[in-house]
C-alpha cells in the first residue's frame, strides 16, 4: 500500500501512536512522531513510498522525532531525534522537525550499512548509466541535483550515494531532495510543478526545503544503475559551463576521503571504490546556467563511449 | 533469579531457538543486540551452527556490515598495539597488552566478532612520566576530558588520563595496576607480570596468563560501574573460559590464583550471572568452592536483583521499573569499591551535578 | 600482500592493508617504485636518465633532490625497503 491512500489524519494518528513502517529504496523505517510538521512532511512528499501495519513488518531502523521532556521545552519548543533510544543529535528548534527526521535518517545509513561503500554525493541516472555530483556545500550540487531530476534524469539519490559491495552497482534511495537558501526559489522558478514542502530557518544549513521526489524515480527505486561518471560540479556566476577530465586517482583519493565508510571498511573500501573510478569518466564541471549544465548532462548520457577516457 | 527474558542471551544459550523465531522476533533481537555490540559475534556463531539460512533475507545486511566492522577492528588492533610497542621502544620496559586487544594479538576465540574501544596497557608503576612522553612523541595525546577529570585520573586512581592518536583517534588506557590505587582490593601486580606470557610475532609485548585474563575480566565487570557493553563483556568470559576450561586442570589452577590474588568474590559473581545468561558450563566442584566467597544470603539476593538488570542489553525492551536504579546502584557500588569514602562522595556530587551521566550527544 | 596498488594512467593509489592507510603516487613516484620493483638496486645515473626520459622531473629542484625525496617517501610509507 502506498502512503498516500493513507488519509492525512489517519497518517498523524497512527504516526503518534504505534508508528508507521515505510520502505525507502533499500531500508525499511518504523517512523513514531507526535509532531504535526513531520506528519505533514510526510503526507507531503513520502507518497509514493511503500506503508505497512508497524507491527508486523521487521524495521532497519527506528526512528522517533518528538518534543524532549524537559522544562525548557515550553520556553522554546524543541524537538529531538532518537534512534532507537539513542540521541545521537543535540535537539533542535521545533521549526526544524522535519528535516531532523531527513538528516537523521541519512545518520542511520551511512552509520550502518556497511554492505555499501558509501559516498557523500549525489547521484543520478539517464539511460542505464549513473553520475555520481560530490561537492562541498555552496557548489550548487542541489540545484543541478533538482533540476536534472525534473528534466528526465532519474533521481538515485541527493545525499548518499550507495555502492553495493558485492556487485559495484549504485542502489537508489530516491528519498525528497533537500534545497537550501537560493536554491529554493529557483528550483520553483525552473519548474512551478515541482512540490516543496514549507521551508525551516536558521538551520546549520540556512534555509531548508525538501522537494517531492518524481513519481518515475520512486517507481524505479529497487532497480539499481551502473556508474558512469563521476563529476564535481561547480556553480560560478557567469562562468562558461564546460567539462574538465579530472585525474582519476585523485578522484579516487577524493572519494576516500569523504565517504562516510571508507575506513571502517578496510580493504573493503579500496577495492570498490577503485573498481568504481575504473569505470567511470572522471570530470570538473564548471556551470552558471542551470539549463546550460543540464544540456551537456543530456549530452554525456547520449554519446557514452566517446566521453568515457581509457586509462 | 528469574530466567533472563532478552533474546540475546537467548541465542546464545540456545542458538537453534532462531528457528522459531518470527520476523517481530529478529526486529527485536537484532536492536537488543547492537545495543550490546554484540550483533558481529552472534554473525560467526549462527553460521557455525548452520543456522545461516534462518536469517530473514530482510536481516541478513545487519550481521554482514557488522562483521565487516569488526573483521576490520582486529585489523586496526594489532597495527595499533604495534604502533605502541614501537613507541615504548626504547624505555626496554615490560608491556602487557590486556583485554580485548591481548584477545585479538594472543589470537583467541574471544577476539571474533568483536568491537574495540580502546587499548589497555598495563606498564611498571615506576615511569609514568617516560611512558607519557614516548606516547606523546608518537602522537597520543590526554584529551577531550575535562581538567576536573583528569585530576581524577592522575590524582585520585595514579593513572595517566586516556591519550588519544591526534592522527588515529585510537585511545590507549596505561594502566599500572589492575584494578586503581584507591580501589579496596589490591591484588599484586607483580604476581600478575611474573606470568605473563609472551606474544609470537610481537617481541617485547605480553599478555597476561589464561587464568588472570579471565580474573581480570572477571573483575572489571564486578568493579566497573558503567557498563555500556556488560553482555559483551560476559561473552568475552564465556569465550575464554570454553577455550581455556578444554584443559582438565585449568579449573583448579583458576580458583587457586583466584585466591592468591585475592579475587574470588569477583569470580563467584562472574560464573554466577555466566552460567544464569549464557549457560557457560562451569563444573559444579568450581561453584562449591567458591561458596566460601560468596556474600551473605541478603547481599546476593540484592547484587542478583541488580546484575540480572544492569548485565541485560541497554535497550527498552530489557528494561523493567527498576532497571535505572539498578544501573545507578551498580555506578555507585563500584565507585565504593574504587574510592574511599571521603574521595567518593565530592566525586559523585561533582559527577551529578557538573558532569551528567547521559549519552554523548553530538551537534546535527 | 600488504600493498594493493591500482594504476589509473601515470599516476597510482596504494592501500597498505597492515595500516588500512591509503596513499596516492603522483606520476615521478609511481615510476620511481616501477624502478625499484624492477631492478633490485639500480644506480642514480640510471634512475635519473630513465626518468628524464619520460619528463617526469618538474622545473623546481635538481632531478637527484627530487628523486631523493620521493624515495624517501616511498620508504616512509613501506613501498621500498629502507637502505
Same mark, same amino acid.
Given at each position: 500500500?502506498?502512503?498516500?491512500?493513507?488519509?492525512?489524519?489517519?497518517?498523524?494518528?497512527?504516526?503518534?501512536?504505534?508508528?508507521?513502517?515505510?520502505?525507502?529504496?533499500?531500508?525499511?523505517?518504523?517512523?513514531?512522531?507526535?509532531?504535526?510538521?513531520?506528519?505533514?512532511?510526510?503526507?507531503?512528499?513520502?507518497?509514493?513510498?511503500?506503508?505497512?501495519?508497524?507491527?508486523?513488518?521487521?524495521?532497519?531502523?527506528?526512528?522517533?522525532?518528538?518534543?524532549?521532556? +524537559?522544562?525548557?521545552?515550553?520556553?522554546?519548543?524543541?524537538?529531538?531525534?532518537?534512534?532507537?533510544?539513542?540521541?545521537?543529535?543535540?535537539?533542535?528548534?521545533?521549526?526544524?522537525?522535519?528535516?531532523?527526521?531527513?538528516?537523521?535518517?541519512?545518520?542511520?545509513?551511512? +552509520?550502518?550499512?556497511?554492505?555499501?561503500?558509501?559516498?557523500?554525493?549525489?547521484?543520478?541516472?539517464?539511460?542505464?548509466?549513473?553520475?555520481?555530483?560530490?561537492?562541498?556545500?555552496?557548489?550548487?550540487?542541489?540545484?543541478?541535483?533538482?533540476?536534472?531530476?525534473? +528534466?528526465?534524469?532519474?533521481?538515485?539519490?541527493?545525499?548518499?550515494?550507495?555502492?553495493?559491495?558485492?556487485?559495484?552497482?549504485?542502489?537508489?534511495?530516491?528519498?525528497?531532495?533537500?534545497?537550501?537558501?537560493?536554491?529554493?526559489?529557483?528550483?520553483?522558478?525552473?519548474?512551478?510543478?515541482?512540490?516543496?514542502?514549507?521551508?525551516?530557518?536558521?538551520?546549520?544549513?540556512?534555509?531548508?526545503?525538501?522537494?517531492?521526489?518524481?513519481?518515475?524515480?520512486?517507481?524505479?527505486?529497487?532497480?539499481?544503475?551502473?556508474?558512469?561518471?563521476?563529476?564535481?560540479?561547480?556553480?560560478?556566476?557567469?562562468?562558461?559551463?564546460?567539462?574538465?577530465?579530472?585525474?582519476?586517482?585523485?578522484?579516487?583519493?577524493?572519494?576516500?576521503?569523504?565517504?562516510?565508510?571508507?575506513?571502517?571498511?578496510?580493504?573493503?573500501?579500496?577495492?570498490?571504490?577503485?573498481?568504481?573510478?575504473?569505470?567511470?569518466?572522471?570530470?570538473?564541471?564548471?556551470?552558471?546556467?542551470?539549463?546550460?549544465?543540464?544540456?551537456?548532462?543530456?549530452?554525456?548520457?547520449?554519446?557514452?563511449?566517446?566521453?568515457?577516457?581509457?586509462? | 533469579?528469574?530466567?533472563?527474558?532478552?533474546?540475546? &542471551?537467548?541465542?546464545?544459550?540456545?542458538?537453534?531457538?532462531?528457528?522459531?523465531? &518470527?520476523?517481530?522476533?529478529?526486529?527485536?533481537?537484532?536492536?537488543?543486540?547492537?545495543?550490546?555490540?554484540?550483533?558481529?559475534?552472534?554473525?560467526?556463531?549462527?553460521?557455525?551452527?548452520?543456522?545461516?539460512?534462518?536469517?530473514?533475507?530482510? @536481516?541478513?545486511?545487519?550481521?554482514?556490515?557488522?562483521?565487516?566492522?569488526?573483521?576490520?577492528?582486529?585489523?586496526?588492533?594489532?597495527?595499533?598495539?604495534?604502533?605502541?610497542? /614501537?613507541?615504548?621502544?626504547?624505555?626496554?620496559?615490560?608491556?602487557?597488552?590486556?583485554?580485548?586487544?591481548?584477545?585479538?594479538? @594472543?589470537?583467541?576465540? /574471544?577476539?571474533?566478532?568483536?568491537?574495540?574501544?580502546?587499548?589497555?596497557?598495563?606498564?611498571?608503576?615506576?615511569?609514568?612520566?617516560?611512558?607519557?612522553?614516548?606516547?606523546?612523541?608518537?602522537?597520543?595525546?590526554?584529551?577531550?576530558?575535562?581538567?576536573?577529570?583528569?585530576?581524577?585520573?592522575?590524582?585520585?586512581?595514579?593513572?595517566?588520563?586516556?591519550?588519544?592518536?591526534?592522527?588515529?583517534?585510537?585511545?590507549?588506557?596505561?594502566?599500572?595496576?589492575?584494578?586503581?590505587?584507591?580501589?579496596?582490593?589490591?591484588?599484586?601486580?607483580?604476581?600478575?607480570? &611474573?606470568?605473563?606470557?609472551?606474544?609470537?610475532?610481537?617481541?617485547?609485548?605480553?599478555?597476561?596468563?589464561?587464568?588472570?585474563?579471565?580474573?581480570?575480566?572477571?573483575?572489571?565487570?564486578?568493579?566497573?560501574?558503567?557498563?555500556?557493553?556488560?553482555?559483551?563483556?560476559?561473552?568475552?568470559?564465556?569465550?575464554?573460559?570454553?577455550?581455556?576450561?578444554?584443559?582438565?586442570?585449568?579449573?583448579?589452577?583458576?580458583?587457586?590464583?583466584?585466591?592468591?590474588?585475592?579475587?574470588?568474590?569477583?569470580?563467584?559473581?562472574?560464573?554466577?550471572?555466566?552460567?544464569?545468561?549464557?549457560?557457560?558450563?562451569?563444573?559444579?566442584?568450581?561453584?562449591?568452592?567458591?561458596?566460601?566467597?560468596?556474600?551473605?544470603?541478603?547481599?546476593?539476593?540484592?547484587?542478583?536483583?541488580?546484575?540480572?538488570?544492569?548485565?541485560?542489553?541497554?535497550? /527498552?525492551?530489557?528494561?523493567?521499573?527498576?532497571?535505572?536504579?539498578?544501573?545507578?546502584?551498580?555506578?555507585?557500588?563500584?565507585?565504593?569499591?574504587?574510592?574511599?569514602?571521603?574521595?567518593?562522595?565530592?566525586?559523585?556530587?561533582?559527577?551529578?551535578?557538573?558532569?551528567?551521566?547521559?549519552?554523548?550527544?553530538? @551537534?546535527? | 600482500?600488504?600493498?594493493?596498488?591500482?594504476?589509473?594512467?601515470?599516476?597510482?593509489?596504494?592501500?597498505?592493508?597492515?595500516?588500512?592507510?591509503?596513499?596516492?603516487?603522483?606520476?615521478?613516484?609511481?615510476?620511481?617504485?616501477?624502478?625499484?620493483?624492477?631492478?633490485?638496486?639500480?644506480?642514480?645515473?640510471?634512475?635519473?636518465?630513465?626518468?628524464?626520459?619520460?619528463?617526469?622531473?618538474?622545473?623546481?629542484?635538481?632531478?637527484?633532490?627530487?628523486?631523493?625525496?620521493?624515495?624517501?617517501?616511498?620508504?616512509?610509507?613501506?613501498?621500498?625497503?629502507?637502505?
Amino acid at each position: 500500500m502506498k502512503l498516500l491512500q493513507l488519509s492525512p489524519a489517519d497518517l498523524r494518528e497512527r504516526l503518534r501512536n504505534t508508528g508507521i513502517w515505510l520502505r525507502t529504496g533499500p531500508f525499511s523505517l518504523h517512523v513514531q512522531s507526535r509532531v504535526e510538521s513531520v506528519a505533514k512532511g510526510l503526507t507531503d512528499l513520502y507518497g509514493q513510498f511503500e506503508v505497512r501495519d508497524a507491527r508486523e513488518a521487521f524495521a532497519d531502523f527506528h526512528v522517533a522525532v518528538n518534543p524532549p521532556s +524537559s522544562l525548557r521545552s515550553w520556553l522554546r519548543p524543541q524537538v529531538k531525534f532518537s534512534f532507537d533510544g539513542v540521541e545521537p543529535f543535540k535537539p533542535l528548534p521545533l521549526d526544524q522537525a522535519y528535516p531532523m527526521l531527513e538528516w537523521g535518517l541519512n545518520w542511520c545509513i551511512s +552509520s550502518h550499512a556497511h554492505h555499501y561503500l558509501i559516498i557523500h554525493a549525489a547521484v543520478v541516472e539517464k539511460n542505464g548509466l549513473a553520475a555520481i555530483l560530490p561537492a562541498p556545500p555552496g557548489s550548487g550540487k542541489s540545484t543541478l541535483t533538482a533540476g536534472l531530476v525534473l +528534466s528526465g534524469w532519474r533521481l538515485l539519490s541527493d545525499e548518499l550515494t550507495l555502492i553495493d559491495r558485492k556487485t559495484g552497482l549504485i542502489h537508489a534511495l530516491p528519498r525528497p531532495v533537500s534545497l537550501k537558501n537560493e536554491s529554493i526559489p529557483l528550483i520553483r522558478a525552473f519548474s512551478p510543478d515541482a512540490f516543496i514542502n514549507r521551508a525551516s530557518h536558521d538551520t546549520a544549513k540556512g534555509t531548508v526545503a525538501h522537494m517531492r521526489p518524481p513519481k518515475a524515480s520512486v517507481r524505479r527505486q529497487h532497480e539499481p544503475a551502473r556508474p558512469g561518471w563521476v563529476i564535481f560540479p561547480k556553480w560560478t556566476a557567469g562562468a562558461t559551463t564546460e567539462l574538465q577530465p579530472r585525474s582519476k586517482a585523485q578522484t579516487f583519493m577524493f572519494l576516500a576521503r569523504n565517504a562516510f565508510n571508507y575506513s571502517l571498511i578496510g580493504a573493503e573500501g579500496f577495492r570498490v571504490g577503485t573498481a568504481l573510478i575504473e569505470q567511470a569518466a572522471c570530470y570538473d564541471f564548471r556551470y552558471s546556467q542551470l539549463d546550460e549544465a543540464i544540456a551537456v548532462f543530456d549530452r554525456l548520457a547520449e554519446a557514452p563511449a566517446l566521453d568515457r577516457p581509457g586509462n | 533469579m528469574r530466567a533472563p527474558t532478552d533474546l540475546v &542471551s537467548l541465542v546464545f544459550r540456545n542458538p537453534d531457538a532462531v528457528r522459531r523465531f &518470527s520476523v517481530d522476533d529478529w526486529d527485536l533481537l537484532i536492536r537488543q543486540a547492537r545495543q550490546a555490540g554484540l550483533i558481529g559475534r552472534m554473525h560467526p556463531l549462527l553460521l557455525q551452527k548452520g543456522l545461516a539460512d534462518a536469517i530473514p533475507s530482510a @536481516a541478513r545486511w545487519h550481521f554482514e556490515a557488522a562483521s565487516a566492522l569488526a573483521d576490520k577492528q582486529q585489523i586496526a588492533v594489532r597495527w595499533e598495539v604495534g604502533q605502541i610497542r /614501537a613507541a615504548l621502544a626504547g624505555l626496554n620496559i615490560p608491556l602487557i597488552v590486556l583485554k580485548g586487544a591481548a584477545y585479538v594479538i @594472543a589470537s583467541l576465540p /574471544a577476539a571474533r566478532g568483536r568491537l574495540f574501544n580502546d587499548i589497555d596497557i598495563l606498564v611498571p608503576r615506576n615511569q609514568p612520566a617516560a611512558v607519557e612522553s614516548a606516547l606523546m612523541l608518537a602522537g597520543w595525546h590526554a584529551v577531550g576530558l575535562s581538567d576536573y577529570d583528569q585530576r581524577y585520573y592522575r590524582r585520585w586512581m595514579h593513572e595517566l588520563p586516556p591519550l588519544q592518536h591526534v592522527r588515529r583517534a585510537t585511545v590507549i588506557d596505561v594502566h599500572h595496576a589492575i584494578l586503581p590505587d584507591t580501589a579496596r582490593y589490591h591484588p599484586d601486580s607483580a604476581k600478575l607480570r &611474573s606470568r605473563a606470557v609472551a606474544v609470537d610475532g610481537l617481541p617485547g609485548i605480553h599478555v597476561l596468563a589464561a587464568e588472570d585474563r579471565i580474573l581480570h575480566s572477571a573483575t572489571h565487570l564486578f568493579h566497573d560501574g558503567e557498563l555500556p557493553h556488560g553482555l559483551r563483556d560476559l561473552t568475552d568470559l564465556d569465550l575464554l573460559l570454553r577455550d581455556a576450561g578444554a584443559d582438565r586442570d585449568f579449573w583448579l589452577r583458576l580458583t587457586t590464583r583466584a585466591d592468591e590474588l585475592q579475587l574470588t568474590r569477583s569470580l563467584f559473581y562472574a560464573l554466577r550471572y555466566l552460567r544464569h545468561f549464557l549457560d557457560t558450563p562451569v563444573p559444579d566442584s568450581v561453584m562449591a568452592t567458591l561458596d566460601a566467597a560468596a556474600p551473605n544470603r541478603v547481599t546476593l539476593a540484592l547484587m542478583d536483583r541488580i546484575f540480572t538488570r544492569v548485565l541485560a542489553p541497554d535497550h /527498552a525492551s530489557c528494561a523493567d521499573a527498576f532497571t535505572s536504579a539498578a544501573r545507578l546502584a551498580a555506578f555507585v557500588r563500584a565507585h565504593w569499591l574504587r574510592m574511599p569514602v571521603h574521595l567518593l562522595i565530592p566525586h559523585l556530587f561533582h559527577k551529578a551535578f557538573i558532569s551528567p551521566y547521559q549519552r554523548t550527544p553530538k @551537534a546535527a | 600482500m600488504r600493498f594493493q596498488l591500482k594504476q589509473f594512467g601515470s599516476e597510482a593509489v596504494v592501500y597498505d592493508s597492515e595500516s588500512g592507510d591509503t596513499h596516492y603516487l603522483p606520476p615521478l613516484a609511481l615510476a620511481l617504485l616501477q624502478i625499484y620493483r624492477e631492478h633490485p638496486r639500480p644506480s642514480q645515473d640510471d634512475i635519473v636518465r630513465s626518468l628524464t626520459e619520460r619528463s617526469l622531473f618538474d622545473s623546481g629542484l635538481p632531478p637527484k633532490t627530487q628523486v631523493d625525496e620521493t624515495l624517501n617517501g616511498l620508504r616512509r610509507i613501506g613501498l621500498v625497503s629502507p637502505k
